[in-house]
């Protein structure tokens, strides 16, 4: 499946494709994997995400500075960002890891997306993933209420048309595919006022959902 979507996507063109490629090589599959650039990254979006909140809020000591960082960088949070990437779609995978839902598993896809922070940088420096992880991380920013838990897709997406006053999305499911031990759940986001019909899948509804919901509020911020 060709990278060209994704880099698109990241806002970033690899010079050096062999990162990329490494970045989303699953240790299941082949070596060299993705761990080493997943450790890199990690370290990579601490430093920006901890350099956006210090920006932002010049008033919140170092506590709650901490708090808020430990949630954006949590796997859920970057489970969400990969989600919306439609990342596990170009993940490379061992035979059995693809069987078990690997494509669609919270750890894989957090940690696939810390590698490609790593592999970012390794490819053209510390600004240029520093501006990747900028622009994906620009909802969760701007959905931060010092003292309260970020907000996920769809409770984001619910808050924006109840102060338009237009009715809630309608979900629902659509369809499920694969074996019972490794399920993916095809779900529908509907925003019948505004015509607006989104589609998400995932390892659980819950997560589908968020997807569905991720891509209703792009479908919005396009308008």
Not at 107 to 127: H, K, N, V, Y
Request: glycine share 8%; aromatic share 4%.
């Amino acid at each position: 499946m060709t990278t060209h979507r994704l880099e698109q996507a990241l806002g970033h063109r690899f010079s050096d494709p062999s990162l990329l490629l490494t970045a989303l090589t699953h240790r299941s599959h082949s070596s060299p994997h993705n761990e080493r650039l997943e450790f890199l990254g990690d370290s990579i979006l601490n430093c920006v995400i901890a350099r956006q909140l210090f920006d932002r809020f010049p008033a919140l000591p170092e506590g709650d500075l901490s708090r808020l960082r430990a949630n954006l960088v949590r796997q859920d949070s970057l489970h969400q960002l990969a989600l919306a990437l439609s990342l596990g779609q170009h993940l490379r995978l061992g035979e059995g890891e693809q069987k078990s839902g690997g494509s669609q598993r919270p750890s894989i896809l957090a940690d696939t997306l810390e590698a490609l922070f790593g592999a970012i940088w390794q490819d053209a420096g510390f600004d240029a993933a520093s501006a990747v992880i900028a622009r994906l991380y620009t909802d969760l920013l701007a959905a931060i209420a010092p003292g309260q838990p970020i907000k996920d897709a769809k409770t984001r997406l619910q808050e924006y048309l109840q102060g338009r006053r237009l009715g809630l999305p309608k979900y629902a499911l659509s369809g499920t595919e694969g074996q019972a031990h490794a399920q993916q759940f095809n779900v529908t986001c509907e925003i019948d006022a505004l015509r607006i019909r989104t589609e998400g899948s995932g390892a659980s509804r819950r997560a589908a959902e968020q997807m569905a919901a991720q891509r209703a509020l792009e479908r919005l911020q396009q308008s």
